[in-house]
Nanobody, 121 residues
Framework: QLQLVESGGGLVQPGGSLRLSCTAS????????IGWFRQAPGKEREGVLC????????TYVDSVKDRFTISRDSAKNTVYLQMNSLKPEDTAVYYC??????????????WGQGTQVTVSS
Protein backbone atom coordinates (compact mmCIF):
# COMPACT_ATOMS: atom_id res chain seq x y z
CA GLN A 1 0.00 0.00 0.00
CA LEU A 2 1.48 3.30 -1.06
CA GLN A 3 1.44 5.83 1.75
CA LEU A 4 1.82 9.47 0.83
CA VAL A 5 2.86 12.15 3.28
CA GLU A 6 2.43 15.86 2.62
CA SER A 7 4.35 18.58 4.43
CA GLY A 8 5.15 22.26 4.14
CA GLY A 9 1.79 23.81 4.84
CA GLY A 10 1.29 26.73 7.18
CA LEU A 11 0.19 30.31 7.54
CA VAL A 12 1.43 32.80 4.97
CA GLN A 13 0.55 36.39 4.13
CA PRO A 14 -1.05 37.27 0.81
CA GLY A 15 1.61 37.53 -1.88
CA GLY A 16 3.85 35.08 -0.07
CA SER A 17 5.13 31.66 -1.11
CA LEU A 18 5.09 28.12 0.19
CA ARG A 19 6.50 24.88 -1.09
CA LEU A 20 4.60 21.70 -0.32
CA SER A 21 6.25 18.31 -0.42
CA CYS A 22 4.80 14.89 -1.11
CA THR A 23 6.88 11.85 -0.18
CA ALA A 24 6.52 8.10 0.16
CA SER A 25 8.66 5.87 2.31
CA UNK A 26 8.39 2.39 0.77
CA UNK A 27 7.71 3.01 -2.92
CA UNK A 28 9.35 5.15 -5.53
CA UNK A 29 7.07 7.87 -6.84
CA UNK A 30 8.69 7.79 -10.27
CA UNK A 31 6.29 5.11 -11.46
CA UNK A 32 3.20 7.13 -10.54
CA UNK A 33 1.47 10.15 -11.93
CA ILE A 34 1.19 12.55 -9.00
CA GLY A 35 -1.51 15.12 -8.56
CA TRP A 36 -2.02 17.92 -6.09
CA PHE A 37 -5.57 18.68 -4.99
CA ARG A 38 -7.11 21.08 -2.53
CA GLN A 39 -10.31 21.42 -0.58
CA ALA A 40 -11.44 24.71 0.91
CA PRO A 41 -14.01 24.85 3.71
CA GLY A 42 -17.49 24.27 2.36
CA LYS A 43 -16.25 23.52 -1.13
CA GLU A 44 -15.63 20.40 -3.17
CA ARG A 45 -12.13 19.09 -3.67
CA GLU A 46 -10.53 20.36 -6.85
CA GLY A 47 -7.47 19.40 -8.80
CA VAL A 48 -4.57 21.85 -8.88
CA LEU A 49 -1.64 20.43 -10.86
CA CYS A 50 -0.31 17.05 -11.88
CA UNK A 51 2.94 15.60 -13.16
CA UNK A 52 3.17 12.47 -15.26
CA UNK A 53 5.75 9.72 -15.03
CA UNK A 54 7.68 11.38 -17.86
CA UNK A 55 7.61 14.79 -16.20
CA UNK A 56 4.87 16.35 -18.28
CA UNK A 57 2.75 18.68 -16.19
CA UNK A 58 -0.84 19.77 -16.48
CA THR A 59 -2.99 22.32 -14.71
CA TYR A 60 -6.44 21.38 -13.49
CA VAL A 61 -7.60 24.84 -12.43
CA ASP A 62 -6.93 28.14 -14.24
CA SER A 63 -6.67 30.17 -11.05
CA VAL A 64 -3.19 28.81 -10.27
CA LYS A 65 -1.65 29.31 -13.70
CA ASP A 66 1.57 31.32 -13.62
CA ARG A 67 1.63 31.08 -9.81
CA PHE A 68 1.95 27.37 -8.93
CA THR A 69 4.35 24.82 -10.34
CA ILE A 70 4.82 21.10 -9.78
CA SER A 71 8.10 19.23 -9.98
CA ARG A 72 9.78 15.96 -9.07
CA ASP A 73 13.05 15.22 -7.31
CA SER A 74 13.65 11.54 -7.93
CA ALA A 75 16.73 11.45 -5.72
CA LYS A 76 14.61 12.56 -2.79
CA ASN A 77 11.53 10.60 -3.89
CA THR A 78 9.55 13.79 -3.54
CA VAL A 79 7.07 15.79 -5.59
CA TYR A 80 6.84 19.49 -4.87
CA LEU A 81 4.11 22.06 -5.27
CA GLN A 82 5.66 25.52 -5.39
CA MET A 83 3.06 28.16 -4.67
CA ASN A 84 3.86 31.81 -5.30
CA SER A 85 1.80 34.99 -5.13
CA LEU A 86 -0.59 33.29 -2.75
CA LYS A 87 -4.08 34.68 -2.33
CA PRO A 88 -6.62 34.23 0.47
CA GLU A 89 -8.71 32.10 -1.90
CA ASP A 90 -5.85 29.59 -2.02
CA THR A 91 -6.60 28.72 1.59
CA ALA A 92 -7.41 25.01 1.73
CA VAL A 93 -6.21 21.61 2.78
CA TYR A 94 -3.83 20.43 0.09
CA TYR A 95 -3.54 16.75 -0.78
CA CYS A 96 -1.18 14.82 -2.98
CA UNK A 97 -2.41 11.73 -4.77
CA UNK A 98 -0.84 9.01 -6.87
CA UNK A 99 -2.21 7.18 -9.88
CA UNK A 100 -1.07 4.04 -11.62
CA UNK A 101 -1.08 5.88 -14.90
CA UNK A 102 1.58 7.26 -17.24
CA UNK A 103 -0.16 10.59 -17.69
CA UNK A 104 -2.36 12.98 -15.78
CA UNK A 105 -5.78 11.63 -14.97
CA UNK A 106 -8.83 12.51 -12.91
CA UNK A 107 -9.02 9.33 -10.87
CA UNK A 108 -6.26 8.64 -8.36
CA UNK A 109 -5.51 5.48 -6.44
CA UNK A 110 -3.73 6.70 -3.32
CA TRP A 111 -4.14 9.81 -1.21
CA GLY A 112 -2.20 11.54 1.51
CA GLN A 113 -3.70 12.97 4.67
CA GLY A 114 -3.36 16.57 3.59
CA THR A 115 -1.61 19.69 4.83
CA GLN A 116 -3.31 22.96 5.73
CA VAL A 117 -2.43 26.12 3.85
CA THR A 118 -3.83 29.37 5.20
CA VAL A 119 -3.31 32.65 3.39
CA SER A 120 -4.17 35.56 5.61
CA SER A 121 -2.80 38.86 6.84
Amino acid sequence: QLQLVESGGGLVQPGGSLRLSCTASEFTLDGFTIGWFRQAPGKEREGVLCISTSGTTATYVDSVKDRFTISRDSAKNTVYLQMNSLKPEDTAVYYCAAAWAPSCVYEYDYWGQGTQVTVSS
